[in-house]
């Protein structure tokens, strides 16, 4: 089955500063690959995500690279602020044309932006 | 629009019970799956539901199983609770089409 390594574990900053989340994924047929922050006693939250025909995708602050060929994706956040403090989940799935997904999730980074 | 509701939020339950919790999708999203996260383990898909039928199963043993109701709500059971059953269970929708899964806020369960 899939399997997603996530890097590195924790990484605190400086407010202002970029952060930036690496994961590599094993199974060449995962075509979805959504980033989800968690706050303390809350649910996922999808941020942003990437589909497997686009390099590279830009929403504000947030961006998310994949290099398909090497089997990773990155999330970048520039000017980061102390609101961004939370674990980001990055995940895989092989999503089919129906919406079935699947996700198989690394193992969390814990952000802190240090005012 | 409201989001994902998950029912109860906290949840209490001794060896060799069982529980079930509800899962409420977004209005108009007809997939729901469930997830299991510990602290050890992560993240782990349990199943998936699609118009009532399950399409995708993760690797939990038979005590876990689901269903999905003709209005979408799905609902989790688990059966002879163990200690290691303690998590937090949640539960995501999309639309079916080419959309997002977007969790709820779950349900913590301390099997005691």
């Known amino acids: 089955g899939e399997n997603v390594e996530q890097h590195p574990s924790t990484l605190s900053v400086q407010e202002g500063d970029s952060a930036v989340i690496k994961c590599t994924y094993s199974d060449s047929a995962s075509n979805y690959f959504p980033w989800y922050k968690q706050e303390l006693g809350k649910g996922p939250q999808l941020i942003i995500d990437?589909?497997?025909?686009?390099g590279e995708k830009k929403d504000q602050r947030i961006a998310v690279t994949l290099n398909k060929t090497a089997k990773h994706f990155s999330l970048h956040i520039t000017e980061t602020q102390p609101e961004d403090s939370a674990v980001y989940f990055c995940?895989?799935?092989?999503?089919?044309?129906?919406?079935?997904?699947?996700?198989?999730f690394g193992k969390g980074t814990k952000l802190s932006v240090i005012p | 629009k409201a989001g994902v509701t998950q029912t109860p939020r906290y949840l209490i339950k001794t060896r060799g019970q069982q529980v079930t919790l509800s899962c409420s999708p977004i209005s108009g999203h007809r997939s729901v799956s469930w997830y299991q996260q510990t602290p050890g383990q992560g993240l782990q898909f349990l199943f998936e539901y699609f118009s009532e039928t399950q399409r995708n199963k993760g690797n939990f043993p038979g005590r876990f199983s689901g269903r999905q109701f003709s209005n979408s709500r799905s609902e989790m059971n688990v059966s002879t609770l163990e200690l290691g059953d303690s998590a937090l269970y949640l539960c995501a929708s999309s639309s079916g089409a080419e959309g997002n899964p977007f969790f709820g806020s779950g349900t913590r369960l301390t099997v005691v």
């Open positions: 995940a895989a799935s092989k999503g089919s044309g129906a919406g079935s997904y699947q996700l198989t």
């Open positions: 990437i589909r497997s025909n686009v």
